[in-house]
């Protein structure tokens, strides 16, 4: 299986795709103004304590203040919390614990009323984003993910993943760990450290400790909502989690995005750094990978399956629900139920995959086919659980239910991503009536000519609908050779299936775009190049 990452970097925020054999099974968006992010850790200060919800509400820099339950305290929060005062205080204490203290554990049946009032500070760490109309969720159990293992300051336990179903590897591991473990801090072994030697283990436990050291030194002059500890980018946190020997390439199309990625890789796993490249070509990264068609085919509310089947995807408030429908299926088997079968087989895994796409969390409703078969029952729900294992959300699957319903519980911890598949007309904005198509040829020519001939403008670059750029470009004598034989300048063509068909960008020399509606931002662009054509003379 080849497993390959893309990473398209725009202003706002950077898109990252995961294929396995071409096909994406994850994609997420990173904004690059996103702070509150899972696993970030903050110096927060108590807002409101709310006894009834045995909870405080933390303010720790976003809009809606986060909420903290007593449970999500962490038995050890009497240790984090005299630990962080002192470091606060800039008392003199070892950083990484060592001859540290810890104090009794708290009581599991306590109240936050004894332990909080209000405008207290405290260390808290993001375990869920903001979504919809709430704020994050905190933790103070605090913990430090790395390649092969987690660290979890004041505690000395070692728990191996459950995924490592060896006891023998489970057994070396929690012997290795507990000769390289620092004092005062557990660890959670990862399932990527199965077979994984002890020095590997010791390079990432120690970065971690550097981190929380380092993490500590910004604590002691930290002002109340300033982050401490910053979570790694998504795309270096699925490096993290993901990459190993079946890993094929990691394609960036930012010269200063695939710099950071080559570096993190060059440090977790030096023989992969050469599958790391820089895209160059013409067309964009994700037309050229096929990522862009693929994109719009996913998230819409029908989804089609292989053969011949679809699935229709809705979202509620309180769940998702999914409706299993054989289409033009039916016709292809034998008799009614190795349709429901082989439809139901089919529907399972693209359910799975499409709940990692989307990253659709909480409760998800699947409407199958009905089947009488005990035996075809059975199998669906064993290749569910299969195909759910491949996510490294934690899910919960229940058996079919009498009604033919499967129910799927996901974790949710960041909102549901979503991409509009259905395009507003960009002329009437939804009305239903636009000019004449026809005319978007002389609307884009007439533009040229007034960025040529009017505002001198050099090297000009149009971004169209795939259609437009096929219109312009095919034949002997295109249109876009006409344009170079009309103004004595080749105009470059980009094609990009996410525009609308009658829709089109100018952009300059810089790759910057050129604001039509606004003469000013044109005229600024031509002055700029002039300038820079008298400095090139002189």
């Not at 630990?83 to 109240?111: A, H, N, Q, T, W």
């Not at 549901?416 to 395009?423: A, G, M, P, Q, V």
């Not at 939804?430 to 978007?440: D, N, R, T, Y």
């Amino acid at each position: 299986m080849s497993n390959e990452l893309a990473i398209s970097s725009a202003v706002k925020s950077d898109r990252i795709v995961l294929l396995q054999n071409k096909k994406i099974v994850e994609y997420h968006e990173e904004y690059h103004n996103n702070d509150f992010t899972v696993g970030d850790i903050y110096l927060g200060i108590v807002k409101k304590v709310v006894p009834g919800l045995n909870a405080v509400f933390v303010d720790i820099g976003y809009e809606k203040d986060a909420f903290l339950h007593y449970l999500d305290l962490g038995p050890n929060f009497n240790s984090l919390n005299k630990f962080s005062r002192i470091v606060m205080s800039k008392k003199p204490i070892s950083y990484r614990l060592k001859d540290y203290s810890l104090l009794p554990e708290i009581d599991k049946l306590g109240k936050v009323s004894q332990l909080f009032s209000r405008n207290n500070q405290l260390l808290v760490q993001v375990v869920k984003e903001p979504i919809s109309t709430k704020g994050p969720r905190l933790s103070c159990e605090i913990s430090i993910a790395g390649r092969y293992v987690v660290l979890v300051p004041f505690s000395n336990t070692i728990n191996v993943s459950k995924k490592i179903t060896s006891k023998e590897e489970r057994q070396r591991l929690v012997r290795l760990v507990s000769s390289i473990k620092p004092q005062n801090f557990g660890v959670i072994v990862r399932t990527n450290a199965e077979k994984v030697e002890v020095a590997e283990l010791d390079k990432d436990m120690q970065n971690l400790v550097d981190k929380w050291e380092e993490g500590m030194h910004r604590l002691r002059t930290a002002k109340p909502r300033e982050r401490i500890i910053g979570e790694m980018n998504r795309a270096s946190s699925i490096l993290r989690d993901l990459l190993n020997d079946n890993f094929d390439s990691i394609t960036v199309d930012d010269k200063t995005v695939y710099d950071e990625v080559r570096s993190y890789v060059k440090t977790i796993s030096p023989d992969h750094e050469k599958m790391v490249k820089l895209h160059n070509g013409k067309s964009k990264l994700f037309e050229s990978m096929g990522i862009e068609k693929q994109l719009k085919s996913l998230f819409g509310q029908s989804v089609s399956l292989k053969n011949g089947g679809y699935l229709i995807i809705e979202h509620t408030e309180a769940l998702h629900v999914i409706d299993v429908n054989s289409g033009n299926k039916s016709n292809s088997e034998k008799d009614q139920e190795s349709t429901a079968f082989h439809v139901n087989m089919e529907a399972a895994k693209e359910v799975a995959r499409q709940l990692r796409i989307r990253d659709m969390g909480g409760i998800i409703i699947v409407d199958f086919i009905d089947m009488r078969s005990h035996e075809h029952k059975h199998e669906l729900f064993q290749c569910m659980r299969d195909e759910l294992r491949k996510d490294r959300s934690k899910s919960t699957v229940l058996p079919l239910t009498k009604f033919g319903l499967m129910q799927i519980t996901r974790q949710r911890v960041r909102p549901e991503l979503n991409i509009t598949t259905r395009e507003t007309c960009p002329t009437c904005n939804g009305s239903g009536k636009i000019s004449a198509s026809i005319l978007v040829s002389d609307e884009i020519e007439n533009n040229l000519t007034y960025l040529i001939h009017k505002q001198n403008t050099k090297q000009l670059t149009v971004t169209v609908h795939p259609y437009l750029h096929a219109y312009f470009t095919k034949g002997l004598l295109s249109k876009q050779r006409r344009w170079f034989l009309k103004y004595g300048r080749w105009v470059r063509l980009v094609m990009d299936s996410s525009l609308p068909l009658t829709s089109f960008l100018f952009s300059d020399k810089h790759g910057d775009e050129i604001d039509l509606s606004t003469p000013q931002s044109i005229e600024a662009i031509s002055e700029t190049e002039e300038s820079e054509e008298k400095d090139t003379v002189v």
